[in-house]
């Protein structure tokens, strides 16, 4: 049973338009949700996070909104960026097991 | 700042033969590493995670005796591959955590085994 789940494979979007990338998870017991961002050849590198306990989190052109009750959460890309085409892992953690859950992931292609 | 490296970058072993991995953390203390292999068609799969005066704990499917892990201070770790075979391919992640800035799991850049 997949424990995090990305809807999309894939998705194209034009430089400049947002990108919204979703997930949703299984087990309640998450409580900490990391969204890494991997380039070809790269290991994953952590892009923005947020805690079950807030609804919204914000870095730049990149935010998270988080809805606890439906288990789902998305990434919008503000303003993308052809340099912002990479695959995004959304990703599930219950702090108390130290251990990341990571959904299939996303390959985002921005184009110019 | 907090980096994670990991040697080799890139390895090819014959069918049968054992490959050491290497993994290290710079900057913070590595109370916590997970090892996940990246297949070409998959996400990442947990292997194990190694905590400092923890035992370490397999997943399903991977064991010990597959997969031996040494984790022997806060800022090294290394995984064999024994008798490694072809769907033991793919791109193995180290991710090292520390107490008290839980949950913030840096990554190296892999190391990619591949196997004829």
């Known amino acids: 049973q997949q424990q995090v789940r990305q809807s999309s494979q894939s998705l194209t979007v034009w430089e400049g338009e947002t990108a919204i990338l979703n997930c949703s998870y299984e087990?309640?017991?998450?409580?900490?949700f990391p969204w890494y961002q991997q380039f070809p050849g790269e290991g994953p590198a952590l892009l923005i996070a947020?805690?079950?306990?807030?609804d919204k989190k914000e870095d730049g052109r990149f935010t998270i909104f988080f809805n606890k009750r439906e288990k789902n959460l998305s990434l919008h890309i503000k303003d993308s960026q052809p340099g912002d085409s990479a695959t995004y892992f959304c990703?599930?953690?219950?702090?108390?097991?130290?251990?990341?859950?990571f959904g299939k992931g996303t390959h985002l292609h921005v184009l110019p | 700042g907090a980096l994670v490296y990991q040697y080799p970058r890139r390895t090819i072993c014959k069918s049968g033969t054992s490959m050491r991995m290497e993994c290290q953390a710079v900057?913070?203390?590595?109370?916590?590493v997970a090892w996940y292999r990246q297949s070409p068609q998959k996400t990442f799969e947990l292997i194990a995670l190694?905590?400092?005066?923890?035992?370490?704990?397999?997943e399903q499917n991977f064991t010990q005796e597959k997969f031996p892990i040494s984790h022997p201070n806060l800022s090294f770790s290394s995984m064999t591959v024994l008798n490694a075979y072809l769907e033991d391919r793919g791109l193995y992640l180290c991710?090292?955590?520390?107490?008290?800035?839980?949950?913030?799991?840096?990554f190296g850049p892999g190391t990619r085994l591949l196997v004829l």
């Open positions: 190694s905590t400092v005066n923890s035992a370490i704990k397999y």
């Open positions: 087990n309640s017991a998450f409580d900490y």
């Open positions: 947020i805690r079950s306990v807030s």
């Open positions: 990703a599930a953690d219950d702090t108390n097991a130290y251990k990341v859950i």
């Open positions: 900057g913070f203390q590595a109370t916590s």
């Open positions: 991710g090292a955590s520390t107490d008290g800035v839980q949950d913030t799991q840096y």
